[in-house]
C-alpha cells in the first residue's frame, strides 16, 4: 500500500494542485495539520482534503481558527493571516477544522501528529535535542509531524545515536525494526528549509520505505494571490526564498 504524507500546506492551492498530481494513485492520504493560514486560498485546500477523504489531524493554525489557541502565540503576520483567514472561511470548513483529531494513533502502527506527540499543536522537533526527549516521552517506533516546514527525519539508532537526516533536496529512508523513527515530510505550501519546491512523501508500507518528494509549481501565481489578497506582502516573498 502507498500513503501519501501531506504537511503544512497554508492555504496554497497552487502548490497542492501540483502534489495533487504526483499522488493520484495512491491509496490514502494524510494531511499533519496546518491546511490553513498565511496562503490565499484556505477554503480550496480544506476542500480539497475533505474531496480526497483524507485522514488529518489539528495544527496550530486550525487551533487559532476555532479558538483553541489564542492568537497571541502567534507572530504579527501569522495572527494577522489567521484573522484574514478566519474571515474568508464557509461555516462548512470551519466544522471541518473542528472535527479533526489531535492526533491519530491507530493507522499503520504510527503516529501522525502536527507538532509532537507530548505537545501536538505547539512543540516544534527542531534539533536532535528535542527529538531525544521526544522519543524518550513515548514508546512509539515511527511518528509522522509536521509544523517546522522542514523536511528532515531524526533516527533513534539501537546504539542510542540520534541521526538527523535531511531531506532538502528530497531522499529516500528504509524503516528498520531496531530503529525508532521521528519523520516531517516538509511543508507543501511554505517550504522554509531554503528550497522552495513543495514538498510531500510516500511512504510504501510492503517496502517500508519513505520517499520525500520536492518538486516545481507555480511559486509566482501563489504569491500573486497573497499580494492581491490583502495578507501580509512577506508571505509572498517568502514563497520564493523557501523560508
Ligand atoms: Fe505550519
Known sequence: MKVAILADIHGNFDALERVSEEVEKVEDVVVLGDIIGYGAEPEECVRWVVKKKAKAVLGNHEAACTGELSLSWFNPRAAKALLWTQEHLSSFAIRFIQS????????????????????????????????????????????????THQAEAYVLEKSGRVERISFREGGKLGILPDSRYLINCGSVGQPRDDNPQASFAI?????????????????????????????????????????
Open 203 to 243: 511512504f510504501d508500507t510492503e517496502k517500508k520505505v519513505v520517499e520525500v518528494k520536492r518538486v516545481d509549481y507555480d511559486i509566482s501565481s501563489a504569491s500573486l494571490k497573497i499580494l492581491r489578497s490583502g495578507l501580509p506582502e512577506y508571505l509572498a516573498y517568502r514563497l520564493e526564498l523557501g523560508r
Open 100 to 147: 479533526l483529531p489531535l492526533v491519530i494513533s491507530d493507522f499503520l502502527q504510527a503516529l501522525w501528529v502536527h507538532g509532537s506527540p507530548r505537545q501536538p499543536i505547539e512543540e516544534y522537533i527542531d534539533h536532535p535535542f528535542v527529538a531525544r526527549e521526544v522519543f524518550e516521552s513515548s514508546p512509539f517506533s515511527l511518528c509522522f509531524f509536521g509544523h
